[in-house]
């Protein structure tokens, strides 16, 4: 587990391009995805995350191209993920230059696809990735498929259970959150972080630099996904990490690079 709470910048990729929208949807264009990834890197980006949400059968090669062109020039472990849905989708992206891959849909579908993912290339490469919206009734239920098919299935006992079954990293949505910048689901978070011995990527809900503090102080996360407010140029992510060390949090801190590092928004 990494000794410093990580920033992590998500590139949502559709047809080799990063989009970004709210909830899942009214996707919009923000730019190249290894220029992103590279600048991103620059500005002090702990990791980076690329996913596929397209997901298609065709777009498979353009995605395996995209990881190989953005591993010759990052530094950084690369995660990604989206239309992963056999041991050999994992090898094939391992081999193309990504550190981790990160899987949903088929995992729910077939959940042996995390004990042979991690037996074959290891735990450290395979992350959960768990869609979660909050029940009507309680707790918070499971999504696949982008967030739009619903599973019936306890989000944070799916977790737990994941984890068990060989992944090393879990990456957690919450839906509602997504895209609004009203700040992470912490609840959530905590709730799963509490119950799984892997680190826990919040994700989803990122509007300043409060409430990445707040998802690592009160939400047990090991680290904090951003992804909207960089795309639109409201902060980068060294002023992100600047306030974050100002408020006592131990976050790794990179060399001065060129451009902003004002205040986060």
Request: proline share 4%.
């Amino acid at each position: 587990m990494s000794l410093h709470p990580r920033v992590v910048v998500c590139l949502d990729v559709k047809d080799g391009r990063v989009v970004k929208g709210t909830r899942f949807k009214g996707l919009r264009d923000v730019g190249d995805p290894v220029e992103l990834a590279a600048r991103y890197e620059a500005e002090g980006a702990d990791e980076i995350v690329y996913l596929d949400i397209s997901a298609s059968r065709e777009g498979r090669g353009t995605l395996l191209d995209l990881v190989r062109r953005t591993a010759e020039v990052l530094f950084v472990p690369l995660t990604v993920g989206g239309g992963i849905r056999e041991v050999a989708d994992i090898g094939q992206l391992l081999r193309a230059g990504a550190d981790k891959i990160s899987v949903n849909t088929a995992a729910v579908g077939e959940p042996e696809l995390l004990s042979e993912g991690a037996s074959r290339f290891g735990s450290q490469c395979i992350v959960i990735s768990v869609d979660a919206a909050r029940s009507p009734t309680n707790g918070w239920r499971a999504f696949t498929h982008g967030g739009s098919v619903p599973t019936g299935l306890d989000a944070v006992g799916w977790a737990a259970e994941a984890v068990q079954r060989g992944a090393g990293e879990v990456l957690l949505t919450s839906i509602d959150r997504d895209g609004a910048r009203t700040g992470y689901d912490v609840e959530l978070t905590r709730a799963v972080a509490e119950l799984v011995p892997v680190p826990v990527v919040a994700s989803g809900g990122a509007g300043e630099a409060a409430h990445l503090r707040d998802t690592f102080v009160n939400g047990m996360a090991s680290a904090a996904l951003v992804a909207g407010i960089l795309h639109d140029g409201l902060t980068t992510v060294g002023a992100l990490k600047t306030a974050l060390a100002d408020w006592g949090v131990d976050v790794r801190l990179t060399s001065p690079v060129p451009g902003p590092v004002g205040e986060a928004a």
